[in-house]
């Protein structure tokens, strides 16, 4: 009965905030136009800024979130996000690199780093001779994060021309339209979600121990990195589409925890829903922090959960579990 009314309220809560993304900003933008716009009519505001920033804000939430589930899952550490792969760093250095050298646009810029930083975790699990402990994984990824980050400021340093693009695209955003990468992104996502799902029922046994998940027969090593690939490719496709945005990867495993007692079957949606809801009311209140200007989600992110992880962690209620 609880998980059906938190479910309830959590669906509510979504369509919601999807209205509000569409109606509230600077420019108020009522029900009726909504609906003669969704119904066929042209509406410039809605149409150009509100719907695309709206979409990206539900997707890169999902995809956030459902990433943090995995990688907190796969290292047993609830503190993990997906940022602890290096997969936002190495995204980051791309966009730096093509904004020096004019090589591509940001968002083809953004993907390839992900996914290069992505195949390097996947092969740093399955090539050494002792696979990877899970501790060494995480502490593989942090030093590819902290290289490309030195790499980046480096860069930034000596290229005073690149700072203010690159200080806005890393704070996180969806102001830009990027939708129209899905046509590339689109099966990375799909991938990635289909290869969660396809392992959700693995997890429930993998956070209990190794030993429990070789008893079964199971091949953990394969399992592992076959976590760690999908919560990568969710990951990169999130930063590809907005940015680095932190806190979302982070916070929307545990309230998804706190609210639902279910298997990770049914956590993974949840959990995209929570963070989904995250990023919209992020969203939404970066439009009013500065009005009339827009400050970028991530800084908004930051602002909301700092303090909710913090609260987690005090009240030790799911955090520490």
Same mark, same amino acid.
């Given at each position: 009965? *609880?998980? *059906?009314?938190?479910?309830?309220?959590? !669906?509510?809560?979504?369509?919601?905030?999807?209205?509000?993304?569409?109606?509230?900003?600077? $420019?108020?933008? $009522?029900?009726? @136009? +909504?609906?003669?716009?969704? =119904?066929?009519?042209?509406?410039?505001?809605? @149409?150009?800024? *509100?719907?695309?920033?709206?979409?990206?804000?539900?997707?890169?939430?999902?995809?956030?979130?459902?990433?943090? /589930?995995?990688? =907190?899952?796969?290292?047993?550490?609830?503190?993990?996000?997906?940022?602890?792969?290096?997969?936002?760093?190495?995204?980051? /250095?791309? &966009?730096?690199?093509?904004?020096?050298?004019? !090589? $591509?646009?940001t968002t083809v810029a953004a993907l390839i780093g992900a996914l290069i930083v992505a195949g390097v975790i996947m092969l740093a699990t399955i090539l050494p001779r002792r696979p990877f402990s899970i501790l060494e994984i995480t502490l593989f990824g942090a030093s590819i994060a902290a290289f490309c980050a030195a790499i980046t400021q480096g860069l930034l340093i000596v290229n005073n021309q690149a700072l203010d693009q690159m200080i806005f695209w890393m704070s996180g955003s969806v102001t830009q339209n990027k939708l129209a990468a899905l046509k590339w992104v689109g099966p990375i996502i799909i991938l990635g979600l289909t290869l969660s799902m396809i392992l959700a029922r693995h997890l429930d046994i993998f956070i209990v121990g190794d030993e429990l998940v070789q008893g079964l027969g199971i091949n953990v090593t394969l399992l592992k990195v076959q976590i760690i690939v999908a919560s990568a490719l969710l990951a990169a496709a999130a930063v590809t589409l907005a940015g680095p945005i932190g806190f979302v990867?982070? &916070?929307?495993?545990?309230?998804? %925890? +706190?609210?639902?007692?279910?298997?990770? !079957? %049914?956590?993974?949606?949840? $959990?995209?829903?929570?963070?989904?809801?995250?990023?919209?009311?992020?969203?939404?209140?970066?439009?009013?922090l500065l009005m009339p200007r827009d400050i970028p989600v991530g800084i908004t992110t930051a602002l909301i959960g700092v303090p909710v992880f913090i609260y987690l962690v005090v009240s030790r209620r799911e955090v520490m579990k």
């Open positions: 009965m *609880r998980n *059906r009314v938190s479910f309830g309220i959590l !669906l509510l809560s979504v369509f919601l905030l999807m209205y509000f993304s569409l109606s509230l900003g600077y $420019t108020h933008v $009522t029900f009726g @136009e +909504i609906y003669h716009y969704l =119904q066929g009519k042209p509406h410039h505001i809605l @149409e150009t800024v *509100r719907m695309p920033r709206m979409l990206t804000a539900l997707i890169v939430g999902m995809l956030m979130a459902v990433s943090g /589930l995995l990688i =907190q899952s796969v290292t047993r550490n609830p503190f993990a996000s997906p940022g602890i792969l290096g997969i936002n760093s190495g995204a980051s /250095l791309a &966009v730096m690199l093509s904004v020096i050298f004019g !090589l $591509t646009g990867g982070l &916070v929307a495993p545990h309230f998804s %925890k +706190i609210l639902f007692r279910v298997n990770h !079957l %049914k956590l993974i949606p949840l $959990t995209a829903l929570v963070g989904a809801c995250l990023l919209l009311a992020s969203d939404i209140l970066s439009r009013y």
